[in-house]
């Protein structure tokens, strides 16, 4: 069975400091990796990553993954208000009957002031 | 604007009975799945679909149907056999030309309470 765990399950930090979201993964026939920010209602997409060692970086958000020891970080630098949310990892396995995503239970983020 | 969209926003139901959750896009995304969040917990896939005509079960697919009659449209029905059907169902698509999936769009979501 699939498996994605993140940690830690929440942290509260404040405005400017430096945060690190972590996600490992067990899954057969892997093909991605994704990111996902939910305040409210729908998760919005923030990165996808197939490489191993290679950075993707948007703003003050990064993220990079290790195929090898099947682990990802997601970097958020200098954290707002804004940035309060869950955040969620996705796991993209090859099936035969099409891909699919499995979720860990996501890290929930608080900034305060 | 190009979207997803679900409806209703909040559906209460009673126990017992079957309810149909809508779920509509007009992105040209061939991928539609159906997930269910509960507090505190990541999405769980219920069931997806790659092309018309055919779809999959997912991780928790017992008790929920589904149809892909049309591309833009794919229900979920939540029936009586779901034990606890009470959360947050949220539709997604994807563009899967290839089978891969992409960046997954979610819609705003419907959230189901059983009385």
């Known amino acids: 069975e699939d498996k994605v765990v993140q940690s830690p399950l929440s942290l509260v930090v404040h405005e400017g400091d430096t945060v690190t979201l972590n996600c490992s993964y067990e899954v057969t026939n892997f093909r991605s990796l994704l990111w996902y920010k939910q305040e409210k209602k729908a998760p919005t997409f923030l990165f996808m990553l197939t490489s191993s060692g290679i950075e993707k970086k948007s703003g003050r958000l990064s993220s990079i993954l290790d195929k090898k020891e099947l682990f990802s970080i997601l970097n958020i630098t200098a954290t707002q208000t804004g940035d309060s949310a869950v955040y969620l990892c996705a796991v993209e396995a090859v099936t035969g009957g099409g891909n699919k995503l499995t979720f860990g239970t996501g890290t929930q983020l608080k900034v305060e002031l | 604007d190009g979207g997803i969209t679900q409806s209703p926003k909040y559906l209460f139901r009673k126990e017992g009975q079957n309810v149909t959750l809508s779920c509509e896009q007009n992105l040209n995304h061939d991928a539609m799945y159906w997930y269910r969040q509960d507090p505190g917990q990541g999405l769980r896939l219920i069931y997806y679909?790659?092309?018309?005509?055919?779809?999959q079960k997912g991780d928790i697919a017992e008790g929920y149907s589904v149809s892909r009659e049309k591309k833009e449209s794919f229900p979920l029905t939540v029936t009586s056999a779901q034990k606890n059907p009470t959360a947050f169902y949220l539709c997604?698509?994807?563009?899967?030309?290839?089978?891969?999936?992409?960046?997954?769009?979610f819609g705003p979501g419907t959230r189901l309470t059983v009385l």
């Open positions: 679909s790659q092309i018309v005509n055919d779809f």
């Open positions: 997604a698509s994807s563009i899967s030309e290839t089978g891969w999936v992409d960046e997954q769009f």
